[in-house]
């Protein structure tokens, strides 16, 4: 008899990768799908990563490092964090993992215990939920409408905190919405935090690099709450690394010890090729990476101006990642004869059947009254899926 554990069965295919994983079956029959569902950067790794990672593989840096990750890395980390955000981190705070969603795993369920909630605002990033249903946590969903650019209030988040509350995720910038919360939205919030010394934040700061408006803003930059911050980061987005699969979170001693120890038995210390891969990347002039933010800048705008031609799209302006989350609720009820659009599950659907275009619903992240596409590919390709996608809209009466 085939039974699988309760936690597997309650777990939730990442839709991400579920429609990344529909447009490889179409294109494998040999259809021109073009794909706005996963969150990757077309740009090449650096060549001075590529370089340093050649140069570790000829000089046999293949044995297992430290858990955590080997201490000159580390200490490479705590660097940036200082030099980048100004936090105070040793190397004996930060952990590397594979990929930074086994930083956020690791947090999660180092933190969590059984009824214990997590707030996470909404909209939010797919696997958040997830993870802390992996925990037996309870997810406590804060809405965020476009009309308050997709960021939660102090108000708001002070409601939703219980004598359960354990524990805040969120994203900034945030995936799916681009948002980017100021300085001082962040303050509101950590003024909140510090009212309650049980409650800690996750703070998952991936998409950094790719911000518009200036300088990033770190949680953990508040004297009165720095002791509760978790900051998550990484090499896949910025350094166009996702496939190398490094991730790195910067903590309280205790909470990085406790990392170190689940992550211990579960996987050890990631690649050690990609450690020395991910110390160069820590080692750049951030000015290095400046031309891709600015492409993916470029790309935003081309975008808005494509998506002004297509009637009943509602969006927000993204300040930062490569993503827009357009309300979708003007094709709700519509039909082109054949299907009824009732969602943005739905409208997701007919677009890869009908335009052959491959976007994420919104129900992913929390509100089936959007779709999310990303923008981390070529002008070419955005300005034909955006053709195809007015076509196909089009004709939906």
């Known amino acids: 008899m085939e039974k699988l554990a309760d936690r597997i069965n309650k777990l939730s295919e990442s839709q991400t990768i579920a429609m990344a994983r529909k447009s490889r079956e179409l294109k494998a029959k040999g259809i021109d799908v073009i794909s706005l569902s996963l969150g990757e950067p077309d740009f090449h790794t650096p060549q001075i990563v590529k370089d340093a990672a050649k140069k570790a593989i000829d000089a046999d840096f293949s044995y297992y490092t430290h858990v955590s990750g080997y201490v000159e890395l580390r200490e490479a980390i705590a660097k940036k964090f200082k030099r980048d955000n100004n936090l105070d981190y040793t190397a004996e705070q930060i952990v590397v993992s594979t990929g930074a969603k086994q930083s956020l795993a690791n947090a999660v369920l180092c933190?969590?215990?059984?009824g214990d909630e997590v707030i996470v605002p909404s909209p939010y990033w797919v696997s958040y939920i997830e993870l802390i249903k992996l925990a037996e946590g309870v997810p406590v969903i804060i809405k965020a409408g476009i009309e308050q650019d997709f960021k939660i209030t102090a108000t708001q988040f002070k409601a939703?905190?219980?004598?359960?509350?354990?524990?805040?995720?969120?994203?900034?910038?945030?995936?799916?919405?681009?948002?980017?919360?100021?300085?001082e939205e962040l303050?509101?919030?950590?003024?909140?935090?510090?009212?309650?010394?049980?409650?800690?934040?996750?703070?998952?700061?991936i998409y950094e690099h790719i911000n518009y408006v200036g300088g990033h803003e770190s949680m953990a930059q508040f004297d009165n709450i720095r002791d509760q911050v978790i900051t998550v980061n990484g090499v896949s987005k910025a350094y166009a690394m996702t496939g190398w699969r490094v991730g790195f979170m910067g903590a309280p001693l205790w909470v990085a010890k406790a990392c170190d120890k689940m992550q211990g038995q579960i996987t050890s210390a990631t690649c050690s090729i990609a450690q020395k891969a991910t110390h160069a990347a820590m080692l750049m002039d951030v000015s290095g990476i400046?031309?891709?933010r600015d492409q993916f800048r470029k790309r935003r705008d081309l975008v808005l101006g494509l998506m002004k031609e297509i009637p009943g799209l509602k969006t927000n302006i993204p300040q930062g990642a490569f993503y827009f989350f357009p309300d979708v609720t003007y094709y709700f009820g519509k039909s082109d004869g054949k299907t009824v659009i009732r969602n943005g599950t739905d409208l997701s659907e007919y677009l890869l059947e009908k335009a052959y275009v491959a976007l994420v619903p919104g129900a992913a992240f929390g509100d089936d009254n959007y779709i999310r596409f990303s923008y981390a590919t070529s002008e070419d390709k955005l300005t034909e899926a955006l053709t195809r996608m007015k076509k196909a809209l089009a004709e939906l009466k």
């Open 111 to 114: 933190l969590i215990n059984p």
């Open 160 to 183: 939703a905190i219980t004598s359960k509350t354990r524990m805040m995720i969120f994203s900034t910038p945030c995936n799916p919405t681009g948002s980017v919360y100021s300085k």
């Open 187 to 205: 303050k509101a919030l950590a003024d909140i935090v510090a009212q309650y010394p049980n409650l800690f934040v996750l703070s998952d700061e």
């Open 290 to 292: 400046a031309p891709m």
